[in-house]
């Protein structure tokens, strides 16, 4: 029947349930999000049984403590652990301040898939990836969704389906066209802006430039985003042609909120890789295989791909778009931001 929900709509709705601060069943587990729990709610869970705090293994090497074969550590929440406590757990603003948070009791018989389902849709949620777990009876009125599906669905490539195009011009060239996709998981839209009419037999100047509000609006002087942003669109004017994809991977994937939280991390002498790891993330959490849709969508299967990033090239070329050229975009170094380029090249391998 076609007014049930699918997978997709399920968990799409499980992802939501949990930025409310509403907990989801994963196989037989009432899993909830530690950064939006409310206390009340955590009176409750404790009323079902003895829950664990499951952590990612980034997470866990920076408590001291240590994951199972799975890459999930599994952390048992003391009886008198409070709703303070499993912040201080999960949100590492505090670690150099209150360093010591053990002993601490790691939990590895079982199952622990529903623990990784319950991670990576929070982090899917662009939450701290960090979730309170306790097997439990499902419980009426929760979304209930099985934890090996809820996984296949969260790593599935979402179809992009256009839902808007006008012409819009820019700065750059008055000759561009807006066009807004819309995946099919519910998940957030990603933009196209094309300048001029780009022949779609021929190699398109391209760039994916992942969003960024910091630097793209605000003009942040921390990276160089939105240097690189504007260089992209001037080229691609100045050529006459070209497609930017702007998608909305802001932070390296973890979304704004994470992004500020690294930041923070930062301040207190972190680098981006290490501030990420600390977050329970890693280094980059996008999915490229988004560009990748985008530019097949729109009838082009080769690009001259404007990036410093290997990465993306390689991302690019498995997934059915072959990559002629790599055009550099090395702009914006400033003295506020020659340490996260150093770190972009010594650990990501950016070619900077």
């Known amino acids: 029947m076609s007014l049930i929900p699918t997978l997709t709509e399920v968990v799409s709705r499980a992802r939501t349930d949990l930025r409310m601060g509403l907990p989801v069943m994963i196989g037989g587990h009432l899993v909830a999000a530690v950064e939006t729990l409310a206390p009340a709610r955590l009176a409750d869970i404790r009323a079902l049984g003895r829950p664990v705090l499951a952590l990612t293994e980034r997470r866990a090497v920076t408590l001291k403590s240590w994951a199972s074969r799975d890459g999930v550590a599994r952390i048992v929440v003391p009886a008198d652990a409070d709703h303070g406590w499993l912040r201080a757990m999960a949100d590492p603003s505090t670690d150099l301040m209150n360093p ?4 601490l009791f790691t939990a590895d018989e079982g199952d622990a898939t529903p623990h990784l389902a319950g991670l990576a849709l929070a982090k899917s949620a662009q ?7 306790v097997a439990t009876e499902p419980l009426p009125g929760l979304t209930q969704v099985a934890p090996g599906p809820l996984l296949a669905q969260l790593a599935h ?14 700065i750059a060239s008055e000759r561009s066209r807006l066009h807004i996709f819309r995946p099919d998981d519910g998940a957030a839209e990603h933009y196209a802006i094309e300048i001029g009419d780009p022949p779609r037999d021929a190699p398109v100047l391209a760039r994916l430039h992942s969003a960024c509000f910091t630097g793209d609006v605000l003009g942040s002087l921390k990276c160089d985003c939105g240097p690189q942003l504007h260089a992209a669109l001037t080229a691609m004017g100045q050529a006459g042609q070209g497609v930017l994809l702007y998608l909305n ?3 390296r994937g973890i979304g704004l909120a994470n992004k500020m939280r690294a930041y923070a991390l930062q301040n207190q002498g972190f680098d981006t890789v290490q ?7 890693e280094d980059d959490e996008r999915d490229f295989r988004i560009g990748a849709a985008l530019l097949r969508r729109m009838g082009f299967s080769q690009a001259r791909l404007m990036t410093n990033n290997p990465r993306k090239v390689a991302m690019m070329e498995s997934h059915g778009i072959t990559v002629t050229e790599r055009v550099p975009l090395v702009v914006g170094r400033n003295r506020f931001n020659e340490a996260y380029l150093d770190t972009k090249a010594e650990k990501s391998g950016h070619l900077l």
């Open 100 to 103: 010591l948070k053990g002993p």
């Open 127 to 133: 939450l701290l990836p960090a979730v309170l777990v």
């Open 157 to 170: 490539e979402a179809a992009m389906v256009p839902v808007a195009a006008a012409n819009l011009p820019l």
């Open 249 to 251: 991977q802001e932070g």
């Open 275 to 281: 501030a990420n790891h600390r977050l329970g993330f």
